[in-house]
């Protein structure tokens, strides 16, 4: 068995590893890594029954997250081959509630999840007296995080469709409240009706027949999140569209951050590949490691689901989960990966290449989940030969990126694996990639995370990021020999015109900037993206508004903006 080396650098250690519970009693984070190793070995092992085949594929695994290629979702770092407790190892849950569910039962599930590291969505259309129930969430949640129950701070998500009777209580709830600690997102459904009533400057009527004119309510909520940075916006009929198992119900809420849809009871679990770690000595991609990387990806989430199938303490998750085999492979590193390539994040260029990527991952993730579904069987609801989009002439895969022409994957690449899959009725997972925000795991291989522009060019500590240091000491002769300080560094940086928008950081890139990358990337993703809009503390509230239009006419998903300092408690450096 190959031993891990791994060592990251102290503030991530500190701040992360140890703070974060990540790491067991006395664990070193090598020691970690080999737990969350062994733990996958062993699940691995009960499929191919095959000694030498699983610990060849497990030391591959270790020596990729000790290079940093990969990393998995903090749930698998933290939860996996533990032997003080048994939890599954997924980020996130849709809770099985309704308003007849009493508040005892509501904390109990809720604690129960939180419990086990998972984030919890909930959509509120069918409760009265919602920002009573809302706060009745937040309450919960707030309890469990001081509880020392908790081993990881986790997410809550709250939608609520535009139609509902007390919509306007919902848009205004976190701004007229500020002095509540919040551990809630907040996510108004906006339905395509709405926005032709916004087009239209015309009246839209609630679900009690009051009616109101649709451009004042989104007035409203731009006015708000402008504010409080609260609510976004969903669109979730189209997060619909794109649920691959119709017969088994929509999708009811997404993840904290959004970037899945869940039906009650459904996790979902993932795992990123840092493609900052695939640019070759020509400065070219390796095309070929990251398909390889993306293989043993999906296959080590397809173990972790299967893990988590004996550790669920929720039955109705154990029912779901076993049906569709969702999982996620996503990205992080890619501005990095950016600089490293001298092009700016708010490019072409940069969109044009992400979109690539993604795609390539996409595709590959999926023929390799229907080559393994050969081995270990197809999710159960691939059966289902009405419900389940894949086996429909005009399927999933056709509709969605049948018309798709990106560098390395092509339109008759995908017609061909959509037609293998459909004839065959071979795929292992329903989903195979999405695109979460990444958060400390990111931090754990010092990657930037998800899609974002790297946060800052100096972490807590006031050390130079990696990656901006790199960058300065290649393309600046005699930088090494300078003093690093923040004033230095951005006078350097403001100098030279052509760095300003290499090493440009999320409050930085426009608003445009960020919107477009998240529109070209959504289109070779299998459901929704986690990305967060930055903008200017100067930023007008129409600026807002423009955003939640762009997100409707571009077919996005859902879009959640930032305005620097619209929060007392927001983002810090680490």
């Given at each position: 068995m190959v031993r891990s080396q791994f060592t990251p650098k102290k503030s991530i250690l500190e701040r992360v590893l140890i703070a974060g519970k990540i790491l067991a009693d006395r664990e070193t984070p090598a020691q970690m890594f080999e737990r969350v190793v062994e733990a996958i070995f062993r699940q691995d092992f009960n499929f191919t029954r095959s000694k030498h085949d699983s610990r060849e594929y497990a030391d591959r695994l270790l020596l990729n997250l000790d290079s940093k290629k990969i990393i998995f979702s903090t749930p698998v770092l933290t939860n996996a081959g533990r032997k003080d407790?048994?939890?599954?190892?997924?980020?996130?849950?849709?809770?099985?509630?309704?308003?007849?569910?009493?508040?005892?039962?509501?904390?109990?599930?809720?604690?129960?999840?939180?419990?086990?590291?998972?984030?919890t969505g909930f959509t509120l259309n069918g409760f009265n007296k919602i920002a009573e129930q809302i706060l009745n969430l937040n309450n919960i949640a707030v309890d469990g995080s001081i509880s020392g129950m908790e081993d990881r701070p986790v997410g809550n998500m709250a939608i609520c469709g535009v139609d509902h009777p007390e919509i306007i209580d919902f848009i205004t709830l976190k701004m007229l409240r500020p002095d509540v600690r919040w551990k809630f997102n907040l996510s108004v459904d906006t339905s395509d009706h709405f926005w032709q009533m916004v087009d239209a400057d015309s009246i839209f009527s609630l679900k009690n027949n009051y009616t109101v004119?649709?451009?004042?309510?989104?007035?409203?909520?731009?006015?708000?999140?402008?504010?409080?940075?609260?609510?976004?916006?969903?669109?979730?009929?189209?997060?619909?569209?794109?649920?691959?198992?119709?017969?088994?119900?929509?999708?009811?809420?997404?993840?904290?951050?959004?970037?899945?849809?869940?039906?009650?009871?459904?996790?979902?679990?993932?795992?990123?590949?840092?493609?900052?770690?695939?640019?070759?000595?020509?400065?070219?991609?390796?095309?070929?490691?990251?398909?390889?990387?993306?293989?043993?990806?999906?296959?080590?989430?397809?173990?972790?689901?299967?893990?988590?199938?004996?550790?669920?303490?929720?039955?109705?998750?154990?029912?779901v989960v076993s049906r569709r085999r969702k999982i996620g492979i996503g990205i992080c590193g890619l501005a990095d990966l950016f600089i490293k390539m001298s092009i700016s994040y708010d490019s072409d260029i940069a969109r044009e290449l992400a979109q690539d990527l993604v795609a390539l991952i996409n595709?590959?993730?999926?023929?390799?989940?229907?080559?393994?579904?050969?081995?270990?069987?197809?999710?159960?609801?691939?059966?289902?030969?009405?419900?389940?989009?894949?086996?429909?002439?005009?399927?999933?895969?056709?509709?969605?990126?049948?018309?798709?022409?990106?560098?390395?994957?092509?339109?008759?690449?995908?017609?061909?694996?959509?037609?293998?899959?459909?004839?065959?009725?071979m795929l292992r997972n329903s989903t195979t990639i999405a695109i979460p925000p990444t958060?400390?795991?990111?931090?754990?291989?010092?990657?930037?995370?998800?899609?974002?522009?790297?946060?800052?060019?100096?972490?807590?500590?006031?050390?130079?990021?990696?990656?901006?240091?790199?960058?300065?000491?290649?393309?600046?002769?005699?930088?090494?020999?300078?003093?690093?300080?923040?004033?230095?560094?951005?006078?350097?940086?403001?100098?030279?015109?052509?760095?300003?928008?290499?090493?440009?950081?999320?409050?930085?890139?426009?608003?445009?900037?960020?919107?477009?990358?998240?529109a070209s990337v959504q289109e070779v993703v299998d459901e929704a993206i986690s990305k967060t809009i930055n903008m200017p503390h100067d930023s007008s509230v129409d600026q807002v508004k423009s955003s939640f239009k762009f997100a409707y006419i571009n077919k996005l998903k859902g879009v959640t903006i930032y305005r620097d300092g619209s929060k007392e408690s927001q983002p810090k450096k680490l």
């Amino acid at each position: 068995m190959v031993r891990s080396q791994f060592t990251p650098k102290k503030s991530i250690l500190e701040r992360v590893l140890i703070a974060g519970k990540i790491l067991a009693d006395r664990e070193t984070p090598a020691q970690m890594f080999e737990r969350v190793v062994e733990a996958i070995f062993r699940q691995d092992f009960n499929f191919t029954r095959s000694k030498h085949d699983s610990r060849e594929y497990a030391d591959r695994l270790l020596l990729n997250l000790d290079s940093k290629k990969i990393i998995f979702s903090t749930p698998v770092l933290t939860n996996a081959g533990r032997k003080d407790f048994s939890r599954p190892l997924s980020a996130c849950v849709v809770p099985d509630i309704s308003d007849k569910t009493s508040y005892e039962d509501l904390r109990r599930i809720i604690n129960t999840y939180h419990q086990e590291a998972m984030g919890t969505g909930f959509t509120l259309n069918g409760f009265n007296k919602i920002a009573e129930q809302i706060l009745n969430l937040n309450n919960i949640a707030v309890d469990g995080s001081i509880s020392g129950m908790e081993d990881r701070p986790v997410g809550n998500m709250a939608i609520c469709g535009v139609d509902h009777p007390e919509i306007i209580d919902f848009i205004t709830l976190k701004m007229l409240r500020p002095d509540v600690r919040w551990k809630f997102n907040l996510s108004v459904d906006t339905s395509d009706h709405f926005w032709q009533m916004v087009d239209a400057d015309s009246i839209f009527s609630l679900k009690n027949n009051y009616t109101v004119r649709a451009g004042e309510l989104l007035d409203l909520m731009s006015y708000s999140a402008h504010k409080c940075a609260d609510p976004g916006i969903i669109f979730m009929d189209r997060v619909n569209r794109d649920n691959p198992v119709p017969g088994m119900g929509n999708y009811t809420s997404v993840a904290p951050c959004g970037e899945a849809g869940l039906l009650p009871g459904e996790t979902c679990q993932f795992g990123y590949i840092n493609v900052s770690m695939f640019l070759n000595e020509k400065g070219e991609i390796d095309i070929d490691g990251v398909r390889s990387i993306t293989r043993d990806m999906l296959r080590a989430l397809d173990n972790c689901v299967e893990i988590n199938l004996g550790t669920y303490s929720m039955p109705i998750s154990r029912y779901v989960v076993s049906r569709r085999r969702k999982i996620g492979i996503g990205i992080c590193g890619l501005a990095d990966l950016f600089i490293k390539m001298s092009i700016s994040y708010d490019s072409d260029i940069a969109r044009e290449l992400a979109q690539d990527l993604v795609a390539l991952i996409n595709f590959e993730s999926k023929k390799y989940s229907h080559e393994l579904a050969k081995s270990r069987g197809p999710f159960i609801a691939m059966s289902d030969l009405i419900g389940c989009s894949y086996n429909h002439n005009d399927g999933y895969i056709e509709r969605k990126y049948g018309e798709s022409n990106t560098r390395w994957v092509k339109d008759s690449d995908w017609n061909n694996l959509a037609q293998k899959i459909r004839e065959t009725g071979m795929l292992r997972n329903s989903t195979t990639i999405a695109i979460p925000p990444t958060g400390r795991s990111a931090l754990v291989i010092s990657a930037s995370t998800g899609i974002e522009p790297i946060f800052s060019l100096f972490d807590e500590r006031g050390d130079l990021c990696e990656v901006v240091e790199e960058f300065l000491n290649k393309h600046l002769p005699g930088f090494s020999s300078l003093e690093k300080t923040e004033e230095q560094v951005e006078k350097i940086i403001l100098e030279n015109q052509n760095f300003s928008a290499i090493l440009a950081t999320s409050k930085n890139v426009s608003m445009m900037g960020h919107l477009k990358m998240v529109a070209s990337v959504q289109e070779v993703v299998d459901e929704a993206i986690s990305k967060t809009i930055n903008m200017p503390h100067d930023s007008s509230v129409d600026q807002v508004k423009s955003s939640f239009k762009f997100a409707y006419i571009n077919k996005l998903k859902g879009v959640t903006i930032y305005r620097d300092g619209s929060k007392e408690s927001q983002p810090k450096k680490l």
